[in-house]
């Protein structure tokens, strides 16, 4: 999309006045937006479209409702409240039955909610279930009493990493790498399945007592069934797609914009590769403690700068960063599909040979 041949001011304008309309429930239209900008239809047609889409969602998530599950949950026993968010909350509980402490996730539906809301909550449990990885937090149980739906998973305990970018002080270099590499792999043991994050960011991923990286919250995964060579975008062999594109659209859509790729925030299918620039996203943060595409804290200037803006260079911010990290980082987080990493396997290839050349220059 052409985006930098428009003026990124006045698109952040025409997106901040079409989402204010929004918020005030006039329903605006796009083409009559894009109409008054002749030869810029496309794009600000394109943009709009991706501002509706965020703004549905927050809307969704604003009031959701969820019941709490009682302290005495059939086998489990709630201990305590581990976090709460627009999608649902999680509890540290006691399991009776293999004595074990484990996380409930208990989702957070509206009341006239689709029932294919459900349909997509136990296939997402699914997909995480068949995953079986070191750096992947386990799921062990899914299921429904006395009305209320949940996921059991393994309980990690540690610090999740964007305690890290919080703090006063960066991480060094190659622990960031070595990080970054093992969640790779991870990933790319998700993607051998069929099983796509969609929601990658610091949050999901904590470190845990042995300096583990896990990946955690497999709650917007989405199994695919093949990839087109052309995109890396999944491809769903339904021909009609329908039960996709419904779950798709009811969640409006899924990811924090901050750490989504241009496609996701376009409404189109994502892949394998739209994990690969989220990863890029966070290894970016990482390094430099602040996020490659921060706007100017509102929505829209985020959406703008995703879809416009090329990745910026971590070693402006950092200096000891080596040109070899930046271009990793760089294609990482390439706009186009194709120009990204093939799969998590070769970006964990690129960080191991950078690893490798640090430890060869060392011992040096």
Do not use: W
Not at 30 to 48: C, K, M, N, S
Not at 141 to 148: C, F, K, L, P, R
């Amino acid at each position: 999309m052409p985006q930098n041949a428009f003026n990124e001011d006045l698109l952040n304008q025409l997106g901040e006045e079409f989402a204010q309309q929004v918020r005030s429930g006039l329903n605006p239209s796009i083409d009559d937006f894009a109409q008054r900008h002749p030869g810029h239809q496309e794009e600000v047609r394109d943009f709009l479209e991706s501002i509706e889409m965020l703004e549905d969602m927050k809307k969704q998530m604003a009031d959701p409702t969820s019941e709490s599950p009682p302290k005495h949950f059939g086998r489990y026993t709630i201990e305590r409240t581990l976090g709460e968010g627009g999608m649902g909350a999680v509890y540290l509980a006691h399991d009776s039955q293999l004595d074990r402490k484990v996380a409930i996730k208990v989702p957070k539906f509206k009341e006239n909610s689709d029932p294919t809301l459900m349909e997509r909550f136990y296939r997402e449990a699914r997909s995480a279930a068949t995953l079986q990885h070191p750096n992947i937090c386990p799921v062990y149980d899914v299921g429904e009493m006395d009305g209320i739906h949940y996921i059991s998973m393994a309980f990690i305990e540690g610090r999740p990493l964007s305690d890290y970018i919080k703090s006063s002080k960066a991480p060094p270099i190659n622990s960031i790498l070595r990080i970054i590499r093992k969640v790779a792999l991870a990933l790319q043991e998700a993607h051998d399945h069929g099983v796509i994050h969609r929601d990658l960011k610091p949050a999901n991923i904590m470190i845990s007592r042995r300096n583990e990286p896990i990946v955690m919250d497999f709650g917007l995964a989405r199994q695919f069934d093949d990839v087109d060579d052309t995109t890396g975008n999944a491809v769903e062999l339904d021909p009609e797609q329908t039960v996709e594109a419904r779950l798709t659209q009811h969640g409006t859509l899924l990811g924090s914009p901050g750490y989504m790729a241009p496609e996701q925030l376009q409404g189109q299918s994502s892949g394998p590769v739209s994990d690969i620039y989220a990863l890029g996203v966070v290894m970016y943060e990482l390094l430099t403690q602040q996020l490659p595409f921060p706007g100017n804290g509102t929505l829209v200037s985020v959406v703008s700068s995703v879809l416009a803006d090329p990745p910026p260079d971590a070693s402006r911010i950092r200096s000891e960063v080596d040109p070899a990290i930046v271009e990793i980082v760089r294609k990482a987080m390439a706009k186009k599909v194709r120009d990204r990493f093939e799969s998590m396997q070769a970006l964990a290839m690129a960080l191991t040979r950078v690893l490798k050349s640090s430890s060869s220059s060392s011992a040096a």
